[in-house]
């Protein structure tokens, strides 16, 4: 799928209507999601750019992740996507050229879904070229971003009244939801270093407009305290961690030392028993029709009675 957005215009077009353009100079912003070759090429052909292919956006190192030329600013930047049972940071590319900006990516995406309301409802008016188009659309990441951090703190509160206070026979699922929850933050914090790193080398570029520079210092103070918050979160789910073994080792202690108890309890009877073999003549159960089955019946009394306490004690 790929869209138009044309000056003095609020509907974007598709592809078929890049033909009828007057003037190729009029489309501020091109936004393309899973292009096909052939419209990869002609929009190359027409607008005298080069894309990277999904693979290179994907495999393109850190340190090049922002690549600036005479005339063209080219950025790789990771948007942070939830899936069903999962998140993962998703790479987008944008091209910035003559006030003209491209992005491609290979996804459906919320954010780029609420720019183009933005623009169906103001138009022209608020985005006059593609650099504003860019602006709008890291201004929106970052306070998405901000509402994730948000979540994650309100889910790491929710976990450690769990692991204080109902934590019996929840071990694997507590330990499964820190993990998940730094799983989480560590994406987070590498989404937040590389907008850090895309805007810093914005605000020392030439080729950035002087207002989109002034929103831009403070978009990098808004990554800053969430740089400092999610540190934070880490540094919350690190000492609930630290806290759950702690108890679970008080509990497992526990254990053991009624294990160890009850060892010291029955050691001495069964020592007795064992040196005498209790083979003693007046002895009841032995002419006992059933004395057989009643010591069968004991043994297995004996074995089920421990397991049910252990159980009902949360002890296995």
Not at 104 to 129: C, E, M, N, P, W
Request: charged share 30%; hydrophobic share 45%; with cysteine.
């Amino acid at each position: 799928m790929i869209k138009f957005y044309i000056k003095n215009k609020q509907q974007a077009l598709g592809i078929e209507a890049l033909s009828d353009l007057e003037n190729l100079k009029d489309v501020y912003w091109i936004d393309m999601v899973s292009p096909a070759l052939d419209v990869l090429k002609l929009v190359e052909n027409n607008f005298d750019i080069k894309f990277p292919t999904k693979q290179e956006s994907q495999e393109i190192e850190i340190s090049s992740r922002y690549w600036e030329e005479n005339e063209s600013i080219e950025i790789n930047s990771f948007f942070l996507l939830f899936k069903e049972d999962y998140a993962k940071n998703e790479t987008v590319s944008f091209i910035l050229k003559n006030e003209l900006l491209i992005s491609i990516r290979y996804t459906q995406l919320k954010t780029f879904d609420d720019i183009s309301r933005k623009i169906a409802s103001s138009g022209f008016r608020i985005f006059k070229s593609g650099d504003d188009i860019l602006n709008a659309i890291l201004d929106v990441r970052i306070d998405s971003v901000a509402d994730i951090v948000e979540d994650l703190s309100k889910e790491i509160t929710k976990l450690r009244r769990l692991v204080l206070t109902d934590y019996k026979n929840k071990d694997e699922d507590i330990l499964g939801k820190i993990s998940k929850l730094e799983e989480l933050n560590m994406l987070i914090i590498e989404n937040l270093k590389d907008k850090q790193r895309i805007l810093a080398s914005l605000l020392k570029s030439h080729l950035c407009k002087q207002d989109i520079k002034e929103d831009i210092s403070i978009m990098l103070k808004d990554i800053r305290s969430l740089v400092d918050y999610t540190q934070f979160n880490f540094e919350r789910l690190e000492y609930l961690q630290n806290v759950f073994v702690g108890v679970l080792s008080i509990e497992q202690t526990k254990v053991v030392k009624i294990f160890t108890i009850v060892n010291v309890v029955f050691l001495p009877p069964t020592l007795i028993a064992s040196i005498y073999g209790m083979n003693f003549a007046l002895m009841p159960e032995l002419k006992w029709e059933y004395g057989y089955l009643f010591s069968l019946g004991l043994m297995t009394l004996s074995v089920i009675t421990p397991l049910y306490i252990f159980k009902k004690k949360g002890w296995m």
